[in-house]
């Protein structure tokens, strides 16, 4: 299992592209990653051009084959318009305890 | 929906007994909580002592029911011995897109 939580800013203005970009990815990664176990777009309800990505992988190589997607490859040019860099965090976490149903 | 993310760190020395009250309250919400949908404790793997928990509740009601449940009133203390309450941020996220299986 591999789990990640990675924040970004959307740029001020283009949320509604943002928005959409979104959603094609989310709807790209359930139709083609069957290790991916959960992806979800969320938005801080207080500061709502923040962005957070809940992530999990059956493994390390289903992992690798998201970030070797074409999918990942039509996303990434988002960065700068949509999104910015400078404000990509990326945390890969372990699981302690819990679920999903 | 609800969806949070919340976070804090471990005491220093304390994780052992950190993660085995993780494991509890993660129990007692799969057990008690049928509004719950995902509760899973997580630690950064860069730096240990960082725990994130990453919540998704059916609606407010359900928020509210884990809120006032008699395991989270058993957690609580927790905070001081096994966690930093200074530590502790809690974000409240709107689902954009995503998925899990």
Redo the contacts between chains.
Sequence with gaps: MR?I?ARFNIQPGKETEA?EA??T???A??ANETGA??????????VPL???V?E?YADGDAFAAHGASAHMAAFRPNFGPLFDPASVKI???????????
């Design positions: 789990t939580i928005e979104m959603k990815m989310a709807a990664v359930e176990l959960a992806y979800i777009f969320l938005r801080n309800r207080k923040e962005v957070a809940f999990m945390d890969s976490l372990d699981r302690v305890a819990g679920f999903t149903r």
